[in-house]
């Protein structure tokens, strides 16, 4: 049965699912299973079958409209970015969870921005090239859907939920910082030593949960640990700016922390996976490179400005090696990457190294081992983390998980064929009840929720529906009438706050407009409203028996609620004048 927004009810059938599954943990010794709302059906019982497909002319229209008002913004551009005919696909989750590897424990299409990764800077995604017809540089990236025609078990996910530990994985701050003045090296220390305690101290209450997901205890800790991350993080600011250096941009975004499931990946690391590790090469071989910034000493004040000159050349160079492993795919032979960029790069990095220690050692003591610093490795698809050595340790976040392996760049629990978008529509729309302003540059924004299970399922949102059905979303994976594409429609929020490009829970400096008016909140303004959506030609059969899922977080267990999508705004200051303009006259514009 349907709610009228679009959301079912449970079943009877349901409920004894949810019995089994509960059972099933029983028997294997875990702890009492705790079901918090985390799928369309209401429930945390996100095992992909035949119960989370629905055919969609059952979904009742429920997309509003609202009737434009006088002085609306009724015009629409739109951005050819392509369909990620580069292979750019990537675990990473930089706007979500920025500078950890390998974040998202699934795997993403990346159209637009060729560099990004999860360690891109400002700076880094504005000098990358771009997928984009137009130019536009701006990283809009979503979860793949794969065909998966083998059984896929709630029994297994449920088995190796009882056997995991949730931990707390937060963003490095100390490797995101620039060079820290030697008169409040020892302050700025203190505080990096306290948030290090305060992650130690929030993991230590995860154990509470060990082998079930309760999204209360996940909200709790996560809101507790961000307030005083958050506290903290303005503090090490504040030190820099009072030792003349300048603002840290970005620290914001580093705040908010997650809670990982890795461990259930292990479990569910079965033979398919296993069988594809050796199939072929790992997905757009990723570079990783010794962090520079989190091992300088204090730097004298007369060498600040230039070690952060050659730190952002670090951060350029990486972005520029990224870039070109993404566009020279198959290229050259298999040592193509090593000897074209890993071995230059490392060259390169040498010589800006040695820059530093000189600039350093004019002042003081010149650090030393600073040359260990300059190799750069790639992620190899062996499924095993990469060896521990003095160049490479692993911080607190890194984590275990391998690197997306074999033809079809799987992780364990999200396997099966990727299936390539036949059409991506970006679309720049405008609001119905006032004109809109620029977007700012380098903007986040997430929609939808990757966790609706874990953390609670008030951001997440239908976005299912086939092509022909523009007047209904679902949260169950459609199945469409013969000749109609499965479609995914990610709508942005719309309005902004006029001062902030991110915010520390990732959301709160963006806001989606009313559904029924199209009136953004009080002290918000509309902006152009983002909307991408996702075609694919999946065959008929596929859908009908349940074959075809997205990737996920693995206590998600592909949940089609955790569908989500993330962009950075790099659109120039005036491709977005262009935007606005072409929006608020009402045109059609590309």
Known sequence: MRRGNGRYRPTPTRAVRIAMAAAV????????????????????????NLAQFAPIENVRPNVPNPKPAFGAAT???TVDCGTNGNGKFSPDNPVAQPGVKNGAEHVHDFVGNLAITADSSDADLAASGTTCKNGDRSSYFWPVVRIDRTVRSGDRVAQALARTQPMIV?????????????????TVDRRLAELDRLHAQAGRRM??????????????????????????????????????????PGLVSLVDCDVSYDGMHASMHGPSHAASATAGPVANPRLRCPTVRGRLPGVPAPAVAEVNRNLDELDRQISEATERIATSRGQGGPNFVDNAIVGP????????????????GR??????????????????????????????????????????QGPDFELPGNTGGIVRPAQVLIEYRGNPVSKVVPMPRFLRALTGDAKPTSRGPANARPSWTCSGFADRLADKYPICPVGSQVQRVHDFPGCWDGRNIDSENHRSHVAFADPATGACPQGFRAIPQLRITISYDIPRDVQEKGQYALDSFPEENHNPFSDHDDFINVNSTRTMKHIVTCINKGRNCS
């Open 207 to 248: 154990a509470a949960s060990r082998g079930r997901v309760d999204a209360a205890l996940n909200t709790q800790v996560l809101d507790a640990l961000r307030t005083r991350r958050a506290v903290l993080i303005r503090s090490i600011s504040s030190a820099l700016r009072s030792a003349g250096a300048a603002r840290p």
């Open 170 to 186: 937060c963003p490095s701050v100390r490797d995101r910082l620039p060079a820290v003045p030697l008169r409040v090296r020892d």
């Open 25 to 48: 943990l029983a028997a294997t010794g875990a702890l009492t299973v705790t079901f918090v709302s985390g799928g369309g059906n209401g429930t945390a019982d996100a095992a992909t």
């Open 345 to 360: 790069l490392k060259a390169k990095r040498i010589a800006v190294l040695d820059r530093i220690g000189i600039t350093i």
């Open 75 to 77: 015009g629409r551009f």
């Open 363 to 404: 002042h003081t003591t010149r650090p030393q081992g600073l040359e260990a610093l300059a190799a750069c490795t790639l992620d190899q698809a062996t499924g095993n983390p990469q060896p521990t050595t003095p160049g490479n340790a692993p911080s607190p976040t890194a984590s275990a998980l391998p690197e997306p």
